[in-house]
Structure formats: structure tokens, C-alpha cells
């Protein structure tokens, strides 16, 4: 009997990674989407066997089929798709290029759209999976000079919800992910008066699966992370 498969769309070196690495020490083999193929290589081969390199424009619709449909030949339908793709160019509103504004919501909302699609056809046939987006503060608040950010991904926590409400009822797990506050990093120094002021990518990863193995009697739609020092 082969391992069941994870597909993180969209996974860099801090969450995404995180991510791969709970859902293979959870028994599943994992694909990893992402757009730079050298640094996606190698986070694969660091992570171990259980987790596959895909490169793939997360934002063209016909690289996500086929990315998809690579993931069902060579390792098996996904039970669980996340989708933690975004892009951020600062800039206040009378400053932002609209070229700047299509990319940000091309890649933070449009792209999972096309990502959730594929995996909502797959999961609908089977009646069971769960597909989990990554949201942020900006998917509550807009705040000056990010209305890169909180555009798509606003945007993106409808989709979640038109998705959920859809698709729960045949089976499908749909749950939107709010992570509010700064992600913490190896290079990036926690504060001595402070500590783990900033969000634990490992501990965050667990939400995720936490959420995938959720009874579906008890689903949820939103869950909002935050480390105990972040106001809201």
C-alpha cells in the first residue's frame, strides 16, 4: 500500500519547507511546487526521499495541470493540497504600477484558484482530501502601502470560503489559515525580552496538519495564528 500524498504549492525555504517536513514525518510523501528550480531541488533532497521537486509557474493554468497531473502519475492523487504561494512589492497606492498589482494578485490569488481547482476535481471524485490556504493579516486589514498584499490575498480568503461552503458537502475539507505576525527565521534574531515573539514555522506546520486530520464533524473553515506578544 503506497503512502498517501501531500502537494504544497508555493514552498520556500521557512513555511513551505516546514510544511513538507510535517506531512512526510505524518507518513506522506510530498510534492513541493515552486518556480525555482535549483532551490527546490535541493530543500527536496534536504528534506529526504518522501519529498518531490515539481518547478512550476504557479500562476499559468496549463503548468498547474500538468504539474498536477505529473503528482498522479509519479506519486498519486493528493489527499491534501496547500496552497501557500504570495508575492509582496511595496508601495503606496499613488506609487504602485499596475504591472506591480497584477503580478501580486496573479500569484497571491489567481494562482489558487488554479491550484485549489485542480485539486478540488480530484477530491470531489474521491469524496474526501482537505485544500488549506495560507492567509495573513492583510487578509483582514488593509493597511497603507500594501495594497499589493491585501488585495489578493482578500481576495483569497473569499475563494476559501466560496470553496468550502462548495465543496464541504462532497467530502472536501476547505480551511483558510491566518497567520498574524512575522514568521520567524534562521537569520533573523528573536527578541532576548521577547521570546518566540514571532511564529515557529514547525509550530504553525502542525496547525496545518491538525487540520488535515480534523473529523469532518468538527471541520474548520478559519483558524488565525499569532504568537502571544502580537496585538489584535
Same mark, same amino acid.
Given at each position: 500500500?503506497?503512502? /498517501?500524498? =501531500?502537494?504544497? =504549492? &508555493?514552498? $520556500? %525555504? $521557512?513555511?513551505g519547507r516546514a510544511l513538507a517536513q510535517r506531512f512526510v514525518k505524518g507518513g506522506m510523501r510530498v510534492a513541493l511546487l515552486a518556480r525555482d528550480a535549483a532551490r527546490l531541488s535541493a530543500m527536496a533532497a534536504s528534506i529526504g526521499p518522501d519529498a518531490r521537486a515539481l518547478p512550476c509557474d504557479l500562476a499559468d493554468p496549463d503548468a498547474v495541470g500538468a504539474a498536477f497531473a505529473r503528482v498522479d502519475r509519479e506519486l498519486g492523487v493528493p489527499q491534501c493540497v496547500i496552497f501557500n504561494a504570495g508575492t509582496y512589492r511595496p508601495g503606496a497606492v499613488l506609487d504602485v504600477r499596475p504591472e506591480d498589482f497584477l503580478?501580486?494578485?496573479?500569484?497571491?490569488c489567481y494562482a489558487g484558484f488554479l491550484v485549489g481547482q485542480q485539486a478540488a476535481a480530484r477530491m470531489v471524485?474521491?469524496?474526501s482530501g482537505s485544500i488549506l490556504f495560507t492567509g495573513a493579516t492583510a487578509s483582514l486589514r488593509g493597511s497603507a502601502g500594501f495594497v499589493n498584499l491585501a488585495s489578493p490575498k482578500f481576495a483569497l480568503r473569499a475563494l476559501a470560503q466560496s470553496m468550502a461552503r462548495?465543496? &464541504? %458537502? #462532497? $467530502?472536501v475539507h476547505v =480551511?483558510?489559515?491566518i497567520i498574524d505576525g512575522q514568521i520567524s527565521a534562521p537569520d533573523r534574531q528573536q527578541s532576548p525580552a521577547a521570546p518566540d515573539a514571532q511564529l515557529d514555522p514547525s509550530a504553525i =506546520?502542525?496547525?496545518?496538519?491538525?487540520?488535515?486530520?480534523? /473529523?469532518?464533524?468538527?471541520?474548520?473553515?478559519e483558524l488565525?495564528? #499569532? %504568537?502571544?506578544?502580537?496585538?489584535f
Open positions: 500500500m503506497t503512502a /498517501p500524498v =501531500a502537494l504544497v =504549492a &508555493g514552498a $520556500g %525555504p $521557512g513555511l503580478q501580486c494578485w496573479k500569484v497571491g471524485e474521491r469524496g462548495e465543496l &464541504g %458537502p #462532497r $467530502g =480551511a483558510h489559515v =506546520a502542525e496547525s496545518y496538519w491538525q487540520l488535515h486530520v480534523q /473529523p469532518r464533524s468538527a471541520w474548520t473553515l488565525d495564528l #499569532r %504568537p502571544w506578544v502580537e496585538r
